[in-house]
Nanobody, 121 residues
Framework: VQLQAFGGGLVQAGGSLRLSCVAS????????VGWFRQAPGKEREFVAT????????FYADSVKGRFTISRDNAKNTVYLQMNSLKPVDTAVYYC???????????????WGQGTQVTVSS
């Protein structure tokens, strides 16, 4: 099983980025997917999660209204559209997959390698 996250980069405050997480080696629509982030010196924190079908989503309060998670099961891909980015959003972003339901905890079965997002002021 492999999860590959990409799409990070350097962007100015107020800008946008779209992250992608491509999965292989698993039956993708059997897995809920989450995005997490970790800033230097801080613990990894929950950002957003999406159900297996894509019907249900849930967001951290800090990103609600700015970030949108979506998925394309035909492409084994989950996206995180990030708008109105702020310097506090600077972190390494990770995607993760777990069977059954969505979760805001770190209890996911598989993790990607992370992609760096840097927002300049």
């Amino acid at each position: 099983v492999q999860l590959q996250a990409f799409g990070g980069g350097l962007v100015q405050a107020g800008g946008s980025l779209r992250l992608s997480c491509v999965a292989s080696g698993l039956t993708f629509n059997d897995y809920a997917v989450g995005w997490f982030r970790q800033a230097p010196g801080k613990e990894r924190e929950f950002v957003a999660t999406i159900s297996r079908s894509g019907v249900n989503t849930f967001y951290a309060d800090s990103v609600k209204g700015r970030f949108t998670i979506s998925r394309d099961n035909a492409k084994n891909t989950v996206y995180l559209q990030m708008n109105s980015l702020k310097p506090v959003d600077t972190a390494v972003y990770y995607c993760a997959a777990r069977t059954t339901t969505m979760s805001v905890s770190l209890r996911y079965d598989y993790w990607g390698q992370g992609t760096q997002v840097t927002v300049s002021s």
